[in-house]
């Protein structure tokens, strides 16, 4: 059953779909390719995409793909879709359901797994340090993988201590690139940080034009830790793929909405993972380094900050 929010949203896919080939084809021919479906290879616009050096000095892509809800064969041709155009992140969770699908997503797009920076999460009932172990040992078989680029604690919730120390040892043994939290204020950041003794290298929280996060990231650069953005498109709510706002300082440069929130993300420093099913789309997403959003755009977008979550049935 739908929320109030969820019937108010515009589907970005019914929104684009009878220009979305077209779309994808006008961003991609400048590159030189010629097809987007067809036999010729797709030259991955990814390979452009610049990365961040974390605390740790390990280097992650600006710009990924998430992949919250897409299970199955359609998860499984989703990552395959967006390694084949050029993504390098790829974001899963035990939650999601989905680590499977996203391993063999990986395994069927024949890229070498030095190539991808793949995330996966901790989830609250595996909290605590037996259990971290143990988890994290499940996620890397269903995932088809003896590593993980970037491990996270999924929710600030039950035994953090116990899960952190886990996650430290599996850092120090190289099973882990990186470690970090999901989700954590300003507040549990600093209760972890009381005992830890590796500093978290990201957060990952709910970031986008109508929830900017503005304290947030301030604490976070002060503390040296990556912030990345879960649903940079606010799961199409509020209508973000037609809001005028948004789509007039889009026409200037010649972007849709979606180019603009996720450039504007990125002129702030901000990692983020749209999820889509749709390769148009997925394509889409990748064009948004060639065009700067001027000061004064920025500033008008601040002003659709609502300073809320737009997910409550989440909290």
């Known amino acids: 059953m739908k929320t109030?929010?969820?019937?108010?949203?515009?589907?970005?896919?019914?929104?684009?779909?009878?220009?979305?080939v077209l779309a994808a084809s006008a961003l991609i021919l400048p590159l030189g390719t010629q097809q987007i479906f067809g036999s010729?290879?797709?030259?991955?616009?990814?390979?452009?995409?610049?990365?961040?050096?974390?605390?740790?000095?390990?280097?992650?892509?600006m710009l990924g793909f998430g992949t919250n809800t897409l299970r199955g064969e359609v998860g499984v041709k989703s990552v395959k879709d967006a390694i084949s155009v050029g993504y390098r992140l790829i974001d899963t969770a035990k939650i999601y359901g989905n680590e499977e699908s996203v391993g063999e997503g990986i395994k069927n797009s024949g890229i070498n797994r030095e190539e991808l920076f793949l995330t996966s999460k901790l989830w609250v009932d595996d909290s605590g340090y037996d259990s971290t172990?143990?988890?994290?040992?499940?996620?890397?078989?269903?995932?088809?993988?003896?590593?993980?680029?970037?491990?996270?604690?999924h929710r600030p919730r039950?035994?953090?201590?116990g899960s952190w120390q886990a996650m430290e040892e599996l850092y120090t043994e190289g099973?882990?690139?990186?470690?970090?939290?999901?989700?954590f204020n300003a507040h549990q950041i600093d209760g972890l940080m009381a005992y830890a003794k590796v500093k978290p290298a990201v957060n990952q929280i709910e970031t986008h034009v109508f929830n900017q996060q503005i304290e947030a990231q301030k604490y976070l650069k002060k503390t040296d830790i990556q912030m990345e953005a879960w649903s940079p498109f606010a799961a199409g709510r509020n209508g973000i793929f037609t809001n005028k706002t948004i789509a007039d300082i889009g026409m200037k440069y010649n972007k849709r909405n979606a180019h603009v929130c996720l450039r504007w993300l990125f002129q702030r420093g901000i990692v983020a993972i749209p999820r889509s099913s749709n390769k148009a789309h997925?394509?889409?997403?990748?064009?948004?380094?060639d065009f700067e959003l001027s000061e004064a755009d920025m500033k008008v977008i601040s002003k659709l900050d609502l300073n809320m979550t737009q997910f409550p049935e989440w909290e």
């Open 40 to 61: 010729e290879k797709i030259k991955p616009l990814g390979l452009s995409v610049p990365k961040v050096k974390l605390n740790n000095g390990v280097e992650m892509p």
């Open 133 to 153: 172990k143990d988890a994290f040992e499940l996620t890397l078989n269903k995932l088809g993988t003896d590593y993980l680029d970037l491990y996270l604690i």
């Open 175 to 183: 099973k882990i690139k990186a470690i970090g939290v999901s989700n």
């Open 158 to 161: 039950g035994d953090v201590k």
């Open 282 to 289: 997925m394509i889409e997403n990748l064009d948004i380094f």
């Open 4 to 20: 109030d929010n969820q019937s108010k949203n515009v589907n970005r896919r019914t929104f684009l779909q009878s220009g979305s």
